[in-house]
């Protein structure tokens, strides 16, 4: 009855039967040799491969495996098999097995198959489960409380492939996975796959994963809306692997690439230029743009070690306050206002160049509460210092109390900590 599925699994070989007697000689001779030929034989007696299931040698009973001839009796047995080899066979058999079978054949072997499937799924080998993924990844007619399974596996190289390709996921499945999953690496598979939603693309951007999200800002069929985007570039100028991706997202907005060509390098605004038809005055200004940030933030080492030096002895007597930060900003000083900061939050310097850079008033108001300073002094450095556009600005609570929670600023402020 399995002759069709023989066909499909097998490559050619030797098929001329071997004769029960001839089988039989075999087994009562004991040489391995001529039983691995009986075990891997398409033509091998049914009752013959039952009994060489549970043969002392490995290697007979790994052809046994893998043999698509082998009654489900003894697939059933080699599912708990001693050696991960052999499981490992059984479950790429099994795992090609089971989708293509007919309605006959599903009527006569099909539960019996899943059950052994369900056991291989849950195998103690990661492999073995593996082989399992990678069979049935891309399967429409897999059962889907294993694909379920395979999905929320802890071993990135089971989860995975199931993850980025399997069409029996539904959006509410990968939504469940992202919230809850502690496999590094779980969320990029779902950020590569063919058909990314809007919703999908949200929950994935949400999670703030840098790899998962670079992933996401890669994937040319992902579908991400405006608003996503926009908080995707309010923690981009920290997270260096979006830079290459967002910058390359096609359809960017004008506005949106304002805001990329704030803290990108140069090379990736040409190719933002060229890839979305920016008008030349638009492409100007960018350029001007990037030519004052590099001026500004250009510094000699010499300096910056000299700099880091007077800020951390400031700090030291206690001499880092508004009135000091205050002063500074309105002078320009941006470097050592860079290594002041850094001192009285415990960031990197490179982290607190990023977020002046970044012209948020948020994200700059949540440093200067982090450095210990009060409102007033956020206000100046948002104006004096970071020249944060209008849109951007953050103004005072009551003139001088700070507009955000803790818990906001504290969010503003994860991607530096």
């Not at 699994?9 to 040489?31: F, H, V, W």
């Not at 891997?40 to 893998?66: F, G, M």
């Not at 210990?372 to 004096?384: E, H, I």
Request: glycine share 2%.
């Amino acid at each position: 009855m399995l002759n069709k599925i023989l066909n499909r699994l097998q490559g050619k070989q030797d098929t001329s039967p071997i004769s029960y007697e001839k089988a039989r000689g075999i087994l009562e001779n004991r040489a391995e040799t001529e039983k691995i030929t009986l075990a891997q034989h398409p033509e091998t007696q049914p009752e013959i491969l039952y009994y060489l299931a549970t043969d002392d040698a490995k290697d007979v009973r790994q052809h046994i495996a893998a043999n698509p001839a082998t009654p489900i009796q003894a697939d059933q047995i080699l599912a708990d098999d001693s050696s991960e080899d052999v499981r490992a066979e059984l479950a790429r058999k099994i795992a090609r097995l089971v989708p293509d079978l007919t309605r006959e054949e599903q009527i006569t072997v099909r539960e019996k198959a899943i059950e052994i499937l369900e056991s291989l799924a849950k195998d103690q080998m990661p492999r073995v489960r593996r082989i399992i993924a990678e069979e049935l990844k891309s399967s429409h007619n897999a059962p889907r409380h294993i694909i379920r399974q395979l999905a929320q596996d802890m071993e990135l190289v089971v989860c995975a492939p199931v993850l980025q390709y399997s069409p029996l996921l539904s959006e509410s499945d990968l939504k469940e996975i992202i919230a809850a999953t502690t496999v590094t690496g779980a969320l990029s598979a779902i950020a590569k796959r063919a058909d990314v939603t809007e919703s999908l693309a949200d929950a994935i951007a949400g999670s703030l994963d840098i790899p998962a999200v670079a992933s996401l800002l890669a994937n040319p069929n992902a579908q991400i809306r405006e608003d996503t985007l926009d908080m995707i570039i309010d923690h981009a100028p920290e997270a260096t692997q979006w830079h290459d991706p967002l910058a390359k997202r096609p359809n960017l907005s004008v506005r949106a690439i304002k805001r990329i060509a704030g803290f990108v390098a140069s090379s990736l605004i040409d190719i933002m230029v060229q890839n979305n038809k920016l008008s030349t005055e638009v492409a100007d200004e960018l350029l001007r743009n990037v030519r004052q940030r590099i001026q500004d933030e250009s510094i000699s080492a010499d300096d910056e070690e000299t700099l880091a030096k007077q800020a951390q002895d400031l700090h030291s007597k206690g001499a880092l306050d508004d009135e000091f930060i205050t002063n500074a900003a309105q002078n320009k000083q941006r470097e050592l206002l860079c290594q002041c900061l850094a001192q009285m939050t415990s960031f990197s310097v490179s982290s607190v160049r990023q977020i002046l850079s970044s012209r948020k008033g948020a994200r700059i108001t949540a440093l200067t509460w982090k450095a210990g300073l009060n409102m007033r002094t956020a206000l100046v450095l948002q104006t004096d210092l970071a020249h944060v556009p209008p849109e951007n600005f953050l103004s005072a609570k009551g003139g001088s109390d700070y507009p955000m929670s803790v818990q906001e600023m504290e969010y503003e402020l994860a991607l530096y900590e």
